[in-house]
């Protein structure tokens, strides 16, 4: 029997909503395999902070290395300054276990409402850099209260940061189509960007089989609501992949559905899998969040953790579901997450 031991942080909002009910579904996919999950589970998020003043304890960290994964529901609190609580939880957790890579694959789920017409044969993935670039600590304020009052922030990036994301990007369109889009903003304006196509560009050279399109993010983001199956693989910058991210998932139907891994691929550290979603505080309490984010999370959890056949498995019962018409309001349904979860777990029951 393998086991592994997963760290878990339901988190805020919504995130102890599908929580459980992505952990019964990934428990049930390990029935009758040699696979077993230890859940972990770590109270921490903005009601820890409420009571202890930070989001997690000071050891956190080294509470969660030794783990082999870590799955994080959602962070945010609506009565809480963002500021306090990513800044206390996601971010650190991202940079101290060096996930420089956040994996974000969009795939078209055939029966399931799309605000587009078209969205058959979607399937892209967005790798997005995770630990730079727009997400930088240096930054403030000046004149605070005054009429000179001022807020400014420093994007840094760095050329190991840049060629690691894009090789890992390359890497990935070598396996599938040889298309590699880069997203950018490089008309002579931002210099961050102009660096950044150089560096894209000397990296992806050393791919001769991938096909590099370096393609402005304004006429990208029109493209990819437009034309979602034009694209293969997008690498963008922090900010970027994070916007083209939600982009994405609505072209397929909803922000919910939306996996993401955050990878350290050399696996030195823990990786962290959740939703694309955060945690909704608009819809906390009426049990009707959708759990397909999570659980996804979770499929791409169980490849990483090297089952990819039970990956397989949680995708196609999510997949038999959804297109069976059973679904949460957000992709036009009546079901609860918790009716979702229970019909693939069933359909996996049933495989
Ligand atoms: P959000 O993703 O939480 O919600 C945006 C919209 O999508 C809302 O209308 C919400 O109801 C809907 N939605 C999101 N997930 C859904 C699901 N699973 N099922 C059905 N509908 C869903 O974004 P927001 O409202 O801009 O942010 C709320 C808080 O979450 C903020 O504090 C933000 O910083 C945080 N956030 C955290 C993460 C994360 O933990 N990784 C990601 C994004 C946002
Ligand atoms: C995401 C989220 C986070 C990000 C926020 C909450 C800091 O939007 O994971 O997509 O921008 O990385
Ligand atoms: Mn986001």
């Not at 396996?175 to 210099?191: C, M, P, Q, W, Y």
């Not at 995708?315 to 079901?335: C, I, K, M, N, W």
């Amino acid at each position: 029997m393998k086991t592994h031991v997963i760290s878990v942080l339901a988190g805020d909002g919504i995130g102890p909503e599908v929580m459980p009910v992505a952990q019964a579904v990934l428990d049930s996919a390990c029935e009758g395999s040699d696979v077993e999950l230890r859940w972990e589970e770590r109270p921490w998020g903005t009601d820890y902070f409420r009571s202890h003043g930070r989001m997690m304890p000071l050891n956190a960290i080294d509470k969660m290395a030794d783990t082999d994964a870590i799955f994080l529901g959602a962070v945010g609190h609506p009565e809480v300054p963002d500021a306090e609580t990513l800044w206390g939880m996601l971010i650190p957790i991202r940079r101290e276990f060096d996930q420089y890579i956040n994996l974000r694959p969009i795939k078209s789920l055939p029966g399931v409402r799309s605000p587009l017409a078209n969205h058959e044969g979607i399937d892209l993935v967005i790798v997005r850099e995770n630990v730079e670039g727009e997400y930088s600590a240096v930054g403030g304020r000046s004149g605070v209260g005054t009429e000179y009052a001022a807020a400014y922030q420093q994007a840094i990036f760095t050329k190991h940061g840049v060629s690691r994301a894009v090789s890992f990007a390359a890497e990935l369109a070598s396996e599938r189509n040889g298309d590699l889009v880069s997203a950018t903003k490089s008309n002579g304006i931002v210099h961050t960007m102009t660096f950044w196509d150089e560096v894209v560009a000397e990296v992806a050279g050393g791919f001769p089989e991938v096909r590099l399109t370096p393609m402005l993010i304004d006429a990208l983001s029109a493209r990819l609501v437009q034309s979602p199956q034009s694209f293969d693989v997008i690498v963008a910058s922090n900010l970027f992949g994070d916007i083209l991210s939600d982009i994405a998932a609505a072209t397929v139907g909803s922000i919910g559905i939306a996996p993401s891994a955050n990878l350290n691929p050399e696996k030195r550290h823990p990786s962290m899998f959740e939703p694309v979603h955060g945690s909704a505080p608009d819809i906390v309490g009426r049990g009707i969040a959708n759990p397909v984010g999570q659980i996804w999370a979770g499929a791409m959890m169980l490849d990483h953790l090297g089952h990819p056949d039970l990956a397989v498995d949680v995708e196609l019962a999510l997949r038999s579901v959804l297109s069976s018409g059973l679904s949460t309001p957000d992709l036009g349904g009546q079901a609860t997450t918790v009716q979702v979860g229970d019909a693939i777990v069933a359909a996996l029951a049933g495989k």
